[in-house]
């Protein structure tokens, strides 16, 4: 019997069939990008195999620990396995660690002293950075009188002159954010990276060079320890998680470092051997194994994302047939209302809470409202299929995660779908002849 993916696309989705064939020329368009990236995979889960091999992880090492966590032995272990996936000298992987933006101000509060500068060489950081960096009476970097400065990007790529020109001999820490985030430049390649760090050696080679490794990892075969970064820090509810690990952050780098980033997690004095990992120890570790497989399955969907919406005349970031430095696809959509519309219509796809309507709230951490859907088993999780959207010009929506190419395709078509019945796409579909 011939499998009929037609069929359940439009009986049971109502996908416009127009759309659908659509969707068929974007899969054998893609096929070719889609094998090179099956290379990346391979290679990372090669690495991560090996390094649980080397670990000598055990069965015993899935247990958990409860109260201060002393003599947990698989934590130690995780923390050796991450170690060797990133190149690094030392690893703190912690259920205590609840984001990306609460590992990162570890590594800041945990290096930066009075009187010492910060200098974002990759623009304006992060969103909800803001407040750890610049807020008021919240006991910010500002509030402890640590200077921040940053360097733009020129033309969407590090500006290494105005980088070497910039620092200062009060210039003690060096930020540098490998993905896009919330903007509409190219997330930066590892060869970019390693590029940064020598420049700003070369001036001192003192300076700790800090890389916010969101959504970076295991786009590549190399992470940005392997290219000289001394810190480097990320969430497990992104792409190191592969979508198992419940909750948590990392930071790999120098032992010196990363012991003052734990007093600072902690308490000074309290070091790596307490903080239990009370149920986590296990999903952690799985989800490190599969980690790669996962990031590989988005990159796939970014593909195909950026191919179907280029047909449609949208201005996507990055092009389908450009290499992907992180995991985010950006659509300018141009509109508010669109915009909402293509997230609301993201939402139906979603495994959990589909008929939720998302609206855009005042999320904190974060300057404009924002719009996000997904419905993920781990509440946030944006390795899971999710599209956040910022309420601002030029009304962007930055798609990323999903745990398997389908789901992103379907998610795609059902928020395209949703335009369409909104009267912003019209029927039959006018593509784009981009041969
Ligand atoms: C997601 C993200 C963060 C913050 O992580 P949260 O887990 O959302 O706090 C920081 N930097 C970048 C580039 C990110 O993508």
């Known amino acids: 019997m011939e499998i009929d993916v037609k069929k359940i696309l439009l009986d049971n989705f109502k996908i416009d069939k127009s759309l659908i064939n659509l969707s068929d020329t974007v899969m054998e368009e893609i096929e070719p990008y889609i094998k090179e990236l099956s290379g ?15 670990s000598n992880v055990g069965d015993f090492h899935l247990n958990d620990s409860t109260g ?63 407040d750890t960096i610049s807020g008021e009476n919240v006991g910010s970097l500002a509030n402890f009188h640590i200077n921040y400065s940053k360097v733009d990007l020129a033309d969407g790529k590090p500006d290494y002159k105005a980088i070497e020109e910039s620092i200062s001999d009060k210039t003690k820490m ?13 997330a930066l390649s590892i060869k970019e990276i390693g590029k940064i760090i020598k420049k700003v050696k070369s001036v001192n080679k003192d300076i700790v060079c800090f890389v916010d490794n969101c959504y970076g990892e ?32 990392y930071i790999v780098g120098k032992r010196d470092l990363i012991e003052q980033c734990i007093y600072r997690l902690y308490a000074p004095g ?3 051997d307490c903080g239990p990992t009370i149920a986590t120890n296990r999903l952690t570790l799985q989800g490190l194994f599969l980690a790669p497989l996962i990031v590989g399955e988005v990159l796939k969907g970014s593909i195909f994302i950026s191919r179907l919406l280029e047909h449609l005349n949208f201005d996507v970031y990055p092009k389908f047939n450009e290499k992907r430095h992180d995991i ?8 508010p209302e669109l915009l909402i ?36 088993f781990i509440q946030g999780a944006s390795i899971e299929l999710s599209v956040d959207a910022p309420i601002r010009k030029p009304y962007v929506a930055y ?18 779908q949703e335009v369409i019945e909104k009267g912003f796409l019209h029927l039959p579909i006018k593509t784009n002849d981009l041969s």
């Open 399 to 416: 798609i990323q995660g999903g745990l398997n190419f389908t789901h992103i395709k379907l998610g795609t078509l059902l928020a395209l």
């Open 328 to 335: 985010v696809t950006s659509v300018v959509l141009g509109n």
């Open 341 to 376: 519309s293509f997230c609301q219509g993201f939402q139906k796809a979603g495994p959990i809470d589909a008929k939720v309507l998302p609206e855009p709230w005042a999320m904190p951490g974060y300057e404009n409202e924002v719009i996000m859907a997904g419905g993920s």
């Open 40 to 54: 990346i995979t391979e290679y990372n889960q090669l690495k991560v195999i090996q390094s649980m091999i080397s």
């Open 270 to 272: 309290l070091d790596k």
């Open 218 to 249: 295991f786009v590549d075969t190399m992470e940005p320890s392997e290219v000289g970064a001394d810190l480097c820090a990320g969430s497990l509810i992104k792409n190191p998680g592969g979508g198992i690990a419940p909750t948590g952050g």
């Open 68 to 130: 201060y966590g002393y003599g947990d032995i698989g934590r130690e272990c995780i923390e050796g396995v991450y170690s060797r996936v990133f190149g690094a000298e030392d690893a703190l992987v912690r259920p205590q660690i609840v984001s990306g933006t609460h590992a990162i101000a570890l590594c800041l509060f945990g290096v930066l002293r009075p009187g010492d500068e910060l200098l974002s060489v990759t623009g304006e950081p992060y969103d909800s950075l803001k």
């Open 174 to 186: 060096v930020l540098i954010q490998r993905s896009k985030g919330y903007s509409l430049r190219d």
